[in-house]
């Protein structure tokens, strides 16, 4: 009889405590035991949510790099233009103290635009392709000449943003700036203001073919920041149902939960007292 109330009573203090940790954490299934088919679905859900949170992180650090890109290239187009109107201001006005002013602002202009061309994100050049520690285009100590990076600048860097999906992040320099194309235009333009020959139509219609194409290049850049945005809208729409699945699974009735443990306590008082009028409370009880 002693055997079986203590049985009873340690059984339902194990209960409150389960229904008491549950309180403690709004949460129904604590370990896979109170719930075997319930808690294979939460494993589930959580790896899922899990995975979730991976590629929402990949699609904020894709549009940081990408908006990092298109910022560059929208840059780059606005060294073109000056660039393109300095050339056409020196051939209307052709004097040679003016020429050397043009093609020291051309110097100029060179600079920024490697400059530019060497963008870095967190760390990494973004227009280096797949060769994102180096800088892709370098400038000769003597200005004579840009060259690209010897292991390359091309390549496309794609991240993981769902199930099977990835998107690409990133213009490699070759894409977006054909090379060295405009860093040799410049140059050149350069040197001959500097001998006092004037820009040449064909380099003038250069500089446009240059500035018609990083722009293009740019728009590219909206187009894959539109793709990303889409995406982080399908991840939040898929991380809202997962948790909505999750909180039916794992979360506990308030009301429910509250009037168990009532109920439970209630019991536990009971077993008690009927516990305290059986069971002897001392050896001298037992001895009368």
Request: glycine share 6%; proline share 4%; charged share 20%.
């Amino acid at each position: 009889m002693a055997y079986d109330l203590l049985s009873n009573v340690n059984r339902s203090k194990e209960r409150i405590l389960q229904l008491q940790a549950q309180l403690a954490t709004m949460k129904r299934v604590l370990k896979p035991s109170d719930d075997p088919q319930a808690a294979q679905v939460i494993m589930r859900l959580n790896g899922m949510l899990e995975r979730n949170t991976q590629f929402q992180k990949n699609v904020a650090e894709g549009n940081a790099a990408m908006e990092t890109s298109n910022s560059g290239l929208e840059r780059f187009s606005d060294i073109v233009q000056e660039s393109r109107q300095v050339m056409t201001s020196a051939i209307n006005n052709p004097d040679p103290a003016a020429l050397a002013t043009y093609a020291d602002r051309i110097d100029q202009l060179l600079s920024d635009a490697v400059d530019t061309a060497n963008t870095q994100f967190n760390g990494r050049y973004v227009f280096g392709g797949l060769q994102t520690t180096d800088p892709p285009f370098i400038l000769a100590a003597d200005r004579s000449a840009v060259t690209v990076n010897p292991n390359g600048i091309s390549g496309t860097i794609q991240y993981p943003v769902g199930e099977g999906v990835s998107s690409v992040v990133n213009i490699d320099g070759q894409e977006a700036f054909n090379g060295t194309q405009p860093f040799d235009l410049l140059i050149q333009v350069r040197d001959a203001l500097r001998t006092g020959v004037v820009p040449t139509q064909a380099q003038l219609d250069g500089a446009s073919a240059v500035l018609n194409h990083v722009n293009d290049k740019a728009s590219k850049a909206g187009s894959l920041l539109q793709t990303l945005g889409a995406n982080e809208d399908q991840l939040d729409e898929q991380r809202a149902q997962i948790e909505t699945l999750l909180s039916a699974q794992q979360d506990v009735d308030l009301s429910d939960l509250v009037m168990k443990l009532k109920r439970e306590e209630n019991s536990l008082d009971a077993a008690l007292n009927v516990a305290a009028r059986i069971l002897p409370t001392s050896l001298l009880d037992f001895l009368k």
